[in-house]
């Protein structure tokens, strides 16, 4: 007997859209005229795209079932042309005048037609369909000055993809990518039609690149927050000194607070990712005290020593 469109397809009756899409992608793959050596893969690729067009739509999947569950209904249809065994497979209707021309002639129904069905002059038409190429997904890290200014950069991504015999390989892209200022860690650059090839020329898919950050000891960035390590002496700390600073925004001018302590954060507003909704920047402040070499920087240490005699760091 004739197989059933789940079958066709290796699916469950209880499949998902999910399951049933994925499963016809990879048949499709397999099968298509264009990339397969077997010598049937037309007629199985003709089977696959009935048993898709049907079991993808909601309506048609469910009249299909029906049909499934109660085969005797239609135990009689097909008989005065000479056909018995109909599985009682979905039917279209395409709206002709007369009998012939009221049915397609899909061969998983009702088998290979010849010159006419029912009395009619139907020839058996292929058709094949078109479907839209993979969307595909890589990374790339940017240093962080980019989420300030934007950039223009070539990359050269690779790929995992499927080559014309549906075989994996790695391709490589070199690509002109523009990089808008404000893009937040995780989100995503489309570039449209830089995905998988279409099937049979249907739409390429598209490219979907996330933006990282690359790595750096000192800036920590949370969503639009960035957090920078800032080095000062201890007495520009212990002071309060004005002082110009370097920072992913440019440079700036701070005003440190009197006896600031390591560890210590200073919020400098909207001075963070610029968005619509800017982040902010914090400075964490980390006291350094310089190393005493010479002869006079070790008096210098000593009359510290000497001007803070009740001062002790482990004292609670």
């Known amino acids: ?38 010598s049937d893969a037309e007629d199985k690729m003709q089977a696959i795209n009935v048993a898709y067009d049907t079991l993808s739509n909601a309506e048609k999947k469910a ?17 005065g042309a000479g056909y018995a065994g109909f599985d009682g497979a979905r039917f279209y209707r395409q709206g002709g005048q007369g009998h012939a021309s009221d049915f397609s002639g899909f061969e998983d129904l009702f088998g290979r037609f010849g010159g006419g069905f029912g009395g009619g002059n139907y020839q058996y038409q292929r058709q094949q369909r078109s479907y839209r190429g993979e969307d595909q997904h890589a990374k790339i890290e940017v240093d962080i000055d980019i989420a300030y200014h934007g950039s223009t950069q070539q990359i050269t991504l690779q790929i995992p993809t499927l080559n014309a015999y549906g075989e994996p390989e790695i391709q490589r892209k070199t690509l002109q990518v523009k990089i808008p200022k404000g893009m937040k860690e995780g989100q995503q650059i489309r570039l449209t039609g ?10 390429n898919g598209d490219l979907y690149i996330e933006i990282q950050y690359k790595d750096n000891p000192r800036i920590r960035v949370e969503g639009g927050d960035v957090y920078y390590t800032l080095d000062v002496a201890s007495w520009e700390a212990v002071l309060g000194q004005s002082i110009e600073v370097k920072t992913p925004a440019g440079m700036l001018k701070v005003n440190l607070p009197h006896n600031a302590k390591t560890g210590q954060q200073l919020r400098l507003k909207d001075k963070g990712i610029p968005a619509k909704t800017p982040g902010h920047l914090y400075l964490v402040l980390n006291v350094v005290n310089p190393p005493a070499h010479s002869e006079q920087e070790k008096h210098a240490y000593q009359a510290l020593a000497q001007a803070f005699p009740h001062f002790n760091p482990r004292s609670e």
Do not use: C, W
Request: net charge negative; no cysteine.
């Open 1 to 38: 007997m004739t197989k059933n469109y789940y079958e066709i397809l290796g699916v469950s009756r209880d499949a998902s859209p999910e399951e049933i899409k994925k499963s016809y992608r990879k048949l499709a793959k397999k099968y298509h005229p264009d990339i397969s050596k077997e």
């Open 63 to 79: 009249e299909y079932d029906q049909m499934l569950d109660h085969p005797q209904g239609f135990a009689g249809f097909g008989a």
């Open 194 to 203: 830089q995905g998988q090839t279409g099937i049979n020329g249907g739409d």
